[in-house]
């Protein structure tokens, strides 16, 4: 399945934003996919944000930086994964990244254990 982020953009720190993840493919379901959120920021490694457990969503994972100001769901209907991103720091400033795997159930939090990757969305938070 090909991956597909939205939503990023330029907001000042304090502000909130939503990114959204779906297959391109209209016919491709993420139901069985635990999903995940890594962002990568100039100069530095991809790290690991948030994720979320396949099918119902019960299980969610954050990164100590993100916790308690951002929020990973998943709508099956709508086939799309969010992250609810709430209390912008310019430290958030980086590359977005949504993946999924199928090898995995839980919320995982391992890049390695992601085998889907989409292209990525810029949020930019200034100060």
């Known amino acids: 399945v090909q991956l597909q982020a939205s939503g990023g953009g330029l907001v000042q720190a304090g502000d909130s934003l939503t990114l959204s993840c779906a297959a391109s493919?209209?016919?491709?379901?993420?139901?069985?996919?635990?999903m995940g959120w890594f962002r990568q920021a100039p100069g530095k490694e991809r790290e690991f944000v948030a994720s979320?457990?396949?099918?119902?969503?019960?299980?969610?994972a954050y990164s100590d930086s993100v916790k308690g100001r951002f929020t990973i769901y998943r709508s099956n209907t709508k086939n799309t994964v969010y992250l609810q991103m709430n209390s912008l720091k310019p430290e958030d400033t980086a590359i977005y990244y949504c993946?999924?795997?199928?090898?995995?159930?839980?919320?995982?939090?391992?890049?390695?254990?992601?085998?889907?990757w989409g292209q990525g969305t810029q949020v930019t938070v200034s100060s």
């Open positions: 993946t999924g795997t199928k090898r995995f159930a839980d919320s995982v939090t391992s890049a390695a254990k992601f085998d889907e």
């Open positions: 493919e209209r016919s491709a379901s993420l139901d069985r996919f635990a």
């Open positions: 979320i457990s396949a099918w119902s969503g019960i299980s969610q």
